[in-house]
């Protein structure tokens, strides 16, 4: 319940008397109430609005998983790929390790 002020009261009661101040009163309190409703109202609807349910939710986590899945199995490939490049790169620009190579398979004795 939404009370006005005694300070006020006082001063509506002075100027209009008593009845018209208790009258006045109890108007303020009766559309301050009504108003602090609607705002309630309308706060928890536009809450609602914005939040997400929990199905919502979940299907987003699940999403999101996949993607991270995704990512987790290219960067894989790529890893894979620059290791084999790197192990390319040591293997033919060793002299030695390429002539190790070549008697390793039989092209040199």
């Keep these: 319940m939404a009370n006005i002020p005694y300070e006020i009261y006082k001063e509506l009661e002075e100027s209009l008397g008593k009845e018209k101040a208790e009258k006045l009163t ?3 309190e ?3 109430e009504t108003r602090e409703e609607e705002l309630k109202t309308k706060l928890k609807e536009e809450l609602k609005d914005e939040l997400l349910t929990k199905g ?4 987003e986590i699940k999403r999101l998983e996949e ?3 995704n990512l987790e ?3 894989d490939l790529k890893i ?4 084999i490049l790197i192990i390319a790169l ?3 620009t060793n002299k030695g390790t ?3 190579l070549f008697k390793l398979l039989g092209l040199i004795k």
Excluded: M, N
């Design 73 to 75: 199995k290219t960067l």
């Design 26 to 28: 109890k108007a303020f």
């Design 30 to 32: 009766k559309y301050f």
């Design 90 to 92: 040591i293997l033919f």
């Design 98 to 100: 390429l002539e190790w």
């Design 56 to 59: 919502e939710f979940y299907t």
């Design 67 to 69: 993607k991270i899945t």
């Design 80 to 83: 894979r790929l620059w290791f």
